[in-house]
């Protein structure tokens, strides 16, 4: 008699001491709870194979429809991801151990009274069933879980090629349950009932089921909580805290989704901060990598020599995970930090925001965009156009007002006054409810250069002002889905610089180059030290003083006379006031 659970990809199952063929079929592992088990069986109610196959079939597309599992029934084969490590693990697990194993006990009971002999048997049957197994694990071959591997991939839904890695670590997989289900099933026909064999992944899944957290208690339920926190308090934008999020998410992935925060260990992160080395620079959004699990991506950007992520990028992953820790530790979670002592060490940035400097701005200013190009989307040729919107407003205002990319590309007609004293103010808001914003998370004023205003910005305002409806000055930009409106002006202005041979590769040119032109203009043509220079950019100085009182750091009458004396030595702006 074959204890052993023997399954064809048709899921026919001849079941032990019946006459009549089964139908056994896995459950996916999203449908356990609602279909209340992790298995399918029932009996076909015939000893005809040919019947049972058509049966069997019938059943199984029926279970396809239910489940979700066909095209055009709500599933999403087309978008099938390949299993994660942890799926494939309990997947073999539940195969090729757990389910087997409990038909192996229950059909050893029913050799009960049937003597001696008959048990020989069984046990001899079981023992080659063993011996046949060890020699197929150690040689990697899949003749005898084929089946149970088909069985899988249709609880996960997907089809995995055969040739692929995630086939193998499946097969591979099964082959180490089965090979314990085996060696369990012999120790207790010889009458250690209770015998338990150790398994790498058996291990494995009972461990991380001792691992697994509370209802509540998962990586990215307490991220989030974190994150209610720090908005709450105003310690980090939105939109950082939405991109610290995937972050986490990918670290929940990669160490189980499900795991108890106590279970993490430096160890984890040690070889999430490894694996993030080998992968190459946004490896998720590759067509060849998108259906990949971390692991797998790796294991391909190793095979091709593909380029590595910075150590600045790994560096900021682990201080995105490492803070969510901190803020357990001080909230009296009993935890500890396991990102401690993990940064890669003397790592500084290799894309600095450097200036343009004399040379290069005046090549910027005498390209097509300043002088007349071709037509839209090739402004980098010349041509007769003129451009009279944010391609060309928002780098001037960077450069003439010290202002950010995105601060110049959510402004208002209402935003650009005539002070008192003659000089023109622009007012940065920190509005969220009229999609402003700034990166203090405070409004504050600053003053346009005459030389802006010669250039005709005032002009443009009044041109926007009369035209009516919407009053934003650069209508035409959308905000990102990071909710970033300075997206489109920063990728064009990168593009655009290194269309017109002024920017190469990671160099750090881009819009904010103008803003940095400006940083050097007030130190070196005004004399302004740092802290001045800071403020007339709009950054704040944190220091006692500045807490007292309520005006804001960098009043008009201090912007104005110091934004005047910029003089911009050795910049030719003759043929744009012509």
């Known amino acids: 008699m074959k204890s052993s659970?023997?399954?064809?990809?048709?899921?026919?199952?001849?079941?032990?001491?019946?006459?009549?063929?089964?139908?056994?079929?896995?459950?996916?592992?999203?449908?356990?709870?609602?279909?209340?088990?992790?298995?399918?069986?029932?009996?076909?109610?015939?000893?005809?194979?040919?019947?049972?196959?058509?049966?069997?079939?019938?059943?199984?597309?029926?279970?396809?429809?239910?489940w979700g599992l066909l095209p055009g029934t709500g599933t999403?084969?087309?978008?099938?991801?390949?299993?994660?490590?942890?799926?494939?693990?309990?997947?073999?697990?539940?195969?090729?151990?757990?389910?087997?194993?409990?038909?192996?006990?229950?059909?050893?009971?029913?050799?009960?009274?049937?003597?001696?002999?008959?048990?020989?048997?069984?046990?001899?049957?079981?023992?080659?069933?063993?011996?046949?197994?060890?020699?197929?694990?150690?040689?990697?071959?899949?003749?005898?879980?084929?089946?149970?591997?088909?069985?899988?991939?249709?609880?996960?839904?997907?089809?995995?090629?055969?040739?692929?890695?995630?086939?193998?670590?499946?097969?591979?997989?099964?082959?180490?349950?089965?090979?314990?289900?085996?060696?369990?099933?012999?120790?207790?026909?010889?009458?250690?009932?209770?015998?338990?064999?150790?398994?790498?992944?058996?291990?494995r899944v009972r461990q991380r089921e001792r691992d697994k957290a509370k209802p509540g208690e998962t990586l990215l339920e307490l991220f989030d909580k974190y994150a209610d926190h720090r908005l709450a308090e105003d310690g980090k934008r939105s939109d950082t805290l939405?991109?610290?999020?995937?972050?986490?998410?990918?670290?929940?992935?990669?160490?189980?989704?499900?795991?108890?925060?106590?279970?993490?260990?430096?160890?984890?992160?040690?070889?999430?901060?490894?694996?993030?080395?080998?992968?190459?620079?946004?490896?998720?959004?590759?067509?060849?990598?998108?259906?990949?699990?971390?692991?797998?991506?790796?294991?391909?950007?190793?095979?091709?020599?593909?380029?590595?992520?910075?150590?600045?990028?790994?560096?900021?992953?682990?201080?995105?995970?490492?803070?969510?820790?901190?803020?357990?530790?001080?909230?009296?979670?009993?935890?500890?930090?396991?990102?401690?002592?993990?940064?890669?060490?003397?790592?500084?940035?290799?894309?600095?925001?450097?200036?343009?400097?004399t040379a290069r701005l005046n090549a910027v200013l005498a390209s097509p965009l300043f002088t007349g190009f071709q037509a839209d989307g090739k402004e980098h040729r010349p041509g007769n156009m003129r451009a009279n919107d944010w391609r060309y407003w928002i780098p001037m205002l960077c450069l003439f007002t010290g202002m950010r990319v995105g601060e110049a590309a959510q402004l208002r007609t209402e935003d650009v006054t005539q002070h008192d004293s003659g000089v023109w103010v622009i007012d940065i808001?920190?509005?969220?409810?009229?999609?402003?914003?700034?990166?203090?998370?405070?409004?504050?004023?600053?003053?346009?250069?005459?030389?802006?205003?010669?250039?005709?910005?005032v002009e443009f305002v009044e041109g926007r002002r009369s035209a009516g409806g919407d009053s934003r000055l650069f209508p035409e930009l959308v905000a990102n889905e990071r909710d970033q409106i300075g997206a489109k002006p920063s990728e064009f202005w990168r593009d655009y610089l290194t269309r017109i041979k002024i920017k190469a590769g990671r160099d750090g040119l881009g819009a904010h180059s103008f803003r940095h032109e400006l940083a050097d203009r007030l130190r070196d043509e005004v004399g302004l030290v740092d802290d001045q220079v800071a403020v007339a950019l709009g950054h704040d100085q944190k220091s006692t003083t500045a807490g007292y009182g309520t005006v804001r750091q960098g009043t008009v009458k201090f912007l104005a006379p110091a934004m005047e004396q910029v003089r911009f030595d050795g910049v030719d702006f003759s043929h744009l006031t012509a």
């Open 5 to 66: 659970r023997q399954r064809k990809s048709d899921y026919l199952w001849h079941r032990p001491n019946t006459d009549a063929i089964w139908f056994s079929r896995a459950v996916p592992k999203r449908l356990w709870a609602s279909e209340g088990k992790r298995v399918i069986q029932k009996s076909l109610g015939t000893t005809d194979r040919r019947e049972a196959q058509a049966l069997a079939r019938r059943l199984a597309s029926e279970l396809d429809q239910r």
């Open 76 to 203: 999403q084969l087309a978008q099938a991801r390949a299993p994660l490590d942890h799926e494939l693990d309990e997947a073999a697990v539940v195969l090729g151990y757990e389910l087997p194993l409990t038909d192996a006990d229950a059909g050893r009971r029913t050799l009960a009274g049937k003597g001696r002999h008959m048990y020989q048997a069984h046990v001899n049957y079981v023992r080659s069933d063993l011996e046949e197994q060890i020699r197929a694990t150690a040689t990697g071959d899949d003749a005898l879980v084929r089946d149970l591997a088909a069985e899988a991939m249709a609880a996960f839904g997907v089809e995995l090629d055969r040739t692929s890695d995630s086939y193998r670590e499946l097969v591979d997989r099964l082959n180490g349950a089965r090979l314990a289900n085996l060696k369990a099933q012999h120790a207790r026909n010889m009458g250690e009932l209770d015998v338990v064999v150790a398994s790498p992944v058996v291990e």
């Open 242 to 357: 939405a991109q610290d999020r995937k972050i986490i998410e990918q670290f929940a992935g990669f160490v189980g989704p499900d795991r108890s925060i106590q279970s993490i260990k430096p160890e984890h992160v040690r070889e999430y901060r490894d694996v993030l080395r080998q992968l190459p620079p946004k490896w998720s959004e590759r067509t060849d990598m998108r259906e990949l699990s971390m692991r797998e991506a790796a294991a391909k950007a190793r095979a091709h020599d593909l380029p590595c992520l910075a150590l600045t990028t790994i560096n900021k992953h682990l201080s995105t995970i490492s803070p969510l820790f901190a803020w357990l530790i001080e909230e009296r979670w009993d935890v500890a930090n396991p990102c401690t002592g993990l940064h890669f060490k003397r790592v500084k940035g290799k894309n600095p925001r450097p200036p343009f400097g």
């Open 429 to 457: 808001h920190h509005k969220p409810e009229k999609g402003q914003t700034t990166k203090a998370g405070q409004s504050r004023a600053t003053v346009a250069h005459s030389k802006l205003v010669e250039l005709g910005f």
